[in-house]
T-cell receptor, first 116, second 113 residues
């Protein structure tokens, strides 16, 4: 199994540009999560999906951020327009439905975003 | 989720056991104790979890205090590959609560050869 795949692994862009981060979850997993990690705030959950439906987006910082999951094998996190404070490592994670319990995510390698 | 307290960093020698502590004095009866670790330049990975009894798996052991207000992750023989940030997380396993993982600061483990 290839695990969770994220692309690109590194992204450098200029302030005001649109950024799209991509994620392919592990096949058969029902849950998909987007996390952001910075030195100041640590790992933060931005949004998660269950069966392609967004369940909780309360962690999304503001309207500039949007996430979609058009099918079970693909998700995007978009930032438009991007700002320097969006610089972080963005992790995608997926999880199977665990009998009797909450999902236990498997994390991808992350996308390091730098906004100049 | 209830809060956890972990030391910011710890050091260990290679091939020696490591005991990583976690305090969670406000733990509730339905909170499970989860441990994740994050190797350099990688995403976090699951290590172990438990409720009341001590747990063992191929990666580590989890020792839970009788009053559940603290726990210890035990790496029996640290290797250089175990150098990582270790996160202790409490989570209510009541699925109706919809609780997802909330990461704190963790403990940075350094392993010396």
């Amino acid at each position: 199994d290839a695990g969770v795949i994220q692309s690109p692994r590194h992204e450098v862009t200029e302030m005001g540009q649109e950024v799209t981060l991509r994620c392919k979850p592990i096949s058969g997993h029902d849950y998909l999560f987007w996390y952001r990690q910075t030195m100041m705030r640590g790992l933060e959950l931005l949004i998660y999906f269950n069966n392609n439906v967004p369940i909780d987006d309360s962690g999304m910082p503001e309207d500039r951020f949007s996430a979609k999951m058009p099918n079970a094998s693909f998700s995007t996190l978009k930032i438009q327009p991007s700002e320097p404070r969006d610089s972080a490592v963005y992790f995608c994670a997926s999880s199977p439905r665990l009998a009797g319990g909450l999902p236990r995510p498997f994390f991808g390698p992350g996308t390091r975003l730098t906004v100049l | 989720d209830a809060k956890t307290t972990q030391p910011n960093s710890m050091e260990s020698n290679e091939e020696e056991p490591v005991h990583l502590p976690c305090n969670h004095s406000t733990i509730s009866g339905t909170d499970y104790i989860h441990w994740y670790r994050q190797l350099p330049s990688q995403g976090p990975e699951y290590v172990i979890h438990g409720l009341t009894s001590n747990v063992n798996n191929r990666m580590a052991s989890l020792a839970i205090a009788e009053d559940r207000k603290s726990s210890t992750l035990i790496l029996h023989r640290a290797t250089l590959r175990d150098a990582a940030v270790y996160y202790c997380i409490l989570r209510d396993e009541d699925i109706s609560a919809g609780n997802m993982l909330t990461f704190g600061g963790g403990t940075r483990l350094m392993v010396k050869p």
